[in-house]
C-alpha cells in the first residue's frame, strides 16, 4: 500500500495524459459508491484500475439517498430474508471501517392505531432482524410500552401510539462514504477521474478492450485500453449498454426518492423515527445538527435523470405525513430549508409498482464483454463490489493463469482513519472542539468537522492556523476548500458545498453567507475569468433555488 495522496486537481492535464498511455486491468464507469468500492476492492488485490465519472464523484444517486446504512427492516414484510442478512451484517463492518463517518443511531418504530405494524408482528420481526443482521449487546431490538416510547418522543399523537419498537441504525453521509472509498483506492495506486464521460468503447475482435472518454472540462477526448471493463453508472447503466448495443432482457426501472429538510426547531424530534404514512408506507424522519430531514418518496421517473428535482407534489405528500404523525408540529411550504431528490436504478419487475421492486443487485454481462451491475442498496455496496471483482478475478486467472488474492475491503480502514470504536471519535471531536472554542466555535463546529473528516480535520485546522481572515467560519470554510481542492479534486463550488460538506442541505445559509469567498478563492486558484466565476455564481444560486422552492410538474 502507497501512502500516494489523492492526486492534485490542479495536475488535472498530466493526469489525463498519463491515463491515455496506460492499459488497465480494469475500468470502472461510475464515481458512485458502487464504482467506488469496486475501484477499492480491485486495487487492494493488485489490480491495475481506473475509475471515471462523468459529473462530480457521487453527483447521481450516492449524493441523495436516506443517508443511513440500514439493515433494510421493511424487506423483512416482502420476506427478503438474504437482502436484510446481507446487508444488516454489513453495517457493522462499514461502522468499523470509518466510524467517524458511519454513526450509530437508534429508531423509535412507533406502533399506531390502524398502523402497518402490530406489536406481536415487530417484536417478532424485530427479534428475526436482530439475528439476521447478527445485532449484539445494547443494539439489540426492545419492545416499548407507549409511556415509555412517549419519553423517547414527546412529539408522537398521545391518543393513537401504543407502544413502539426501539432498535438500532447508522446514519451517514453517502457522497463521502463514497469519496473516502475512492481516496482510499488511491493509496492502493488507483487512478480516479471526476468530469470524464465515457462517450465509446474500444473494440478489438469484438469484445470491449477500452473506452474513449472526454475530459469535461477541457474537451479534450482520450481513448484508454483496459482488459475489462465494469459499467456501475447506477441510473445510466442502461445508456451505457446502448452505447455498447447490449441493452437487452432486462433493464433498470427508475424510482425517484424526495427528502425535505427542517430546521430543527420546527420539526424537534429527540431521535431518529421510523413512522406510518395512511397510504401504508414508512418514512423516516432523521436529526442532524442543526435539522432534521424527512423521506423518502418512492415514485416512477421516465424524466432528464441530470435534471431530478423535488416538485409541488413531493413536499405536500412529505409534509402531510409529518403532519399525520407529528400532530403539534403543523408544518407548512415556508418551513423548507432545503431537499434533495434522487433516482434508485432498481431492476424492473413486470408488474411490480415503485415499493415493491426488488433492491437486490444483479450483474451482466453482454456478448461483447462489458459487465454492467445495477440494483442494490447503498449499504450493500462493499459486497456488491466484492462480488463483481470477484467475477472478474476468475475470467483473469481462466485467460492468464494468474491467482488474485481474495476481498479484504472488510479490514481496510477508509483514509487510514485509526478509530477503533466510536468512543474514540467522540473522543476527538472533545479535543477538537477544545482546540477551536477559543476562536468561537461551538461544539456543533467540532462535530461537523470530525464526522466529515475524521483525521483528516489535522490538515484543515492547519491550514486554518495559517489564514487570516477575521470571520472565523469563513476563515474554516475557506480552510476546509483548500483541504477539498487538493485532496478530494473539486471543480466547483457546488461540488464543494453539495458532495464534499453537504452544506446545501444541512446548512444552507452558511452557503448563502460565504458563497463569494468561495467562488473568489476558487477563481484565484485556478486562475479563472470573470465570465468563469459569474458562471460558478448563476450556478450556485440555481441550485439554492432548486433545493427549496418547488413547482407543480405531473411529468417528473
Not at 472533545?430 to 461551538?442: T, Y
Not at 466529515?452 to 477575521?470: A, C, D, M, P
Not at 480552510?479 to 446548512?507: C, H, I, K, N, W
Amino acid at each position: 500500500m502507497s501512502t500516494t495522496p489523492f492526486f492534485s486537481n490542479l495536475n488535472r492535464k498530466k493526469t489525463t495524459a498519463e491515463i491515455a498511455k496506460t492499459t488497465f486491468d480494469l475500468i470502472v464507469i461510475g464515481g458512485g459508491i458502487t464504482g467506488g468500492g469496486i475501484a477499492l476492492d480491485a486495487a487492494s488485490r493488485g489490480m491495475k484500475v481506473l475509475l471515471l465519472e462523468k459529473g462530480d464523484f457521487a453527483s447521481g444517486t450516492s449524493s441523495k439517498s436516506t443517508k443511513l446504512i440500514h439493515g433494510g427492516l421493511r424487506y423483512l414484510k416482502q420476506f427478503d430474508f438474504w437482502l436484510v442478512k446481507e446487508v444488516g451484517s454489513e453495517r457493522a463492518i462499514v461502522h468499523k471501517l470509518a466510524p467517524h463517518l458511519v454513526l450509530p443511531e437508534k429508531m423509535l418504530l412507533p406502533l399506531i392505531d390502524g398502523g402497518s405494524y402490530g406489536k406481536w408482528l415487530t417484536s417478532v420481526g424485530l427479534k428475526v432482524y436482530d439475528i439476521l443482521a447478527q445485532v449484539s449487546g445494547d443494539d439489540k431490538r426492545k419492545m416499548l410500552e407507549k409511556k415509555e416510547a412517549l419519553a423517547l418522543e414527546p412529539l408522537l399523537p398521545k391518543k393513537k401510539v401504543k407502544g413502539a419498537g426501539y432498535y438500532a441504525e447508522y446514519r451517514t453521509d453517502d457522497a463521502r462514504l463514497t469519496l473516502e472509498n475512492i481516496k482510499t483506492s488511491l493509496e492502493f495506486g488507483a487512478k480516479a477521474l471526476n468530469y470524464a464521460e465515457v462517450t465509446e468503447f474500444l473494440y478489438k475482435e469484438d469484445m470491449v478492450c477500452g473506452v474513449k472518454f472526454t475530459d469535461v472540462l477541457s474537451g479534450d477526448t482520450f481513448p484508454v485500453k483496459a482488459k475489462y471493463v465494469i459499467n456501475a453508472a447506477g441510473p445510466w447503466v442502461d445508456d451505457l449498454r446502448s452505447i455498447n448495443h447490449s441493452k437487452k432482457g432486462k433493464r433498470l426501472h427508475l424510482t425517484k426518492g424526495v427528502h425535505l429538510v427542517f430546521p430543527h426547531k420546527k420539526l424537534p424530534v429527540k431521535q431518529s423515527v421510523y413512522f406510518d404514512v395512511p397510504d401504508g408506507r414508512m418514512i423516516f424522519a432523521i436529526p442532524r445538527g442543526k435539522i432534521t430531514y424527512v423521506g423518502t418518496t418512492d415514485t416512477n421517473y421516465n424524466s432528464d435523470k441530470d435534471q431530478v428535482e423535488t416538485d409541488l407534489a413531493d413536499a405536500i405528500y412529505l409534509i402531510a405525513a409529518v403532519n399525520n404523525m407529528f400532530p403539534e408540529i403543523e408544518l407548512e411550504m415556508k418551513d423548507i430549508e432545503s431537499s434533495w431528490a434522487g433516482l434508485r436504478p432498481l431492476i424492473h419487475e413486470e408488474g411490480k409498482s415503485a415499493s415493491e421492486l426488488s433492491r437486490k443487485d444483479e450483474i451482466f454481462t453482454s456478448d461483447s464483454g462489458l459487465i454492467s451491475i445495477a440494483g442494490g442498496k447503498l449499504t450493500g455496496y462493499r459486497k456488491m463490489a466484492e462480488r463483481v471483482v470477484n467475477r472478474i478475478a476468475k475470467k483473469m486467472e481462466e485467460e492468464e493463469d494468474k491467482k488474485w488474492p481474495e476481498c479484504k475491503t472488510d479490514t481496510i480502514p477508509l483514509c487510514g482513519n485509526d478509530f477503533k470504536k466510536y468512543k474514540e471519535v467522540k473522543k476527538y471531536i472533545e479535543q477538537v472542539h477544545s482546540r477551536i472554542q477559543p476562536d468561537g466555535f461551538s461544539k456543533y463546529d467540532a462535530w461537523y468537522l470530525v464526522t466529515n473528516y475524521g483525521k483528516q480535520t489535522e490538515e484543515i485546522l492547519e491550514l486554518y492556523e495559517k489564514r487570516k481572515e477575521k470571520d472565523i467560519h469563513q476563515r474554516m470554510i475557506l480552510s476546509e476548500l483548500g483541504f477539498t481542492v487538493a485532496r478530494e479534486m473539486v471543480q466547483s463550488p457546488l461540488d464543494f458545498f453539495v458532495r464534499r460538506t453537504g452544506r446545501l442541505y444541512f446548512d444552507i445559509q452558511s452557503v448563502r453567507d460565504h458563497m463569494d469567498a468561495v467562488i473568489g478563492e476558487l477563481g484565484r486558484t485556478f486562475k479563472a475569468d470573470k465570465k468563469a466565476t459569474a458562471v460558478w455564481k448563476e450556478e450556485l444560486e440555481a441550485e439554492l433555488k432548486t433545493h427549496s422552492s418547488f413547482t407543480l410538474d405531473k411529468d417528473k
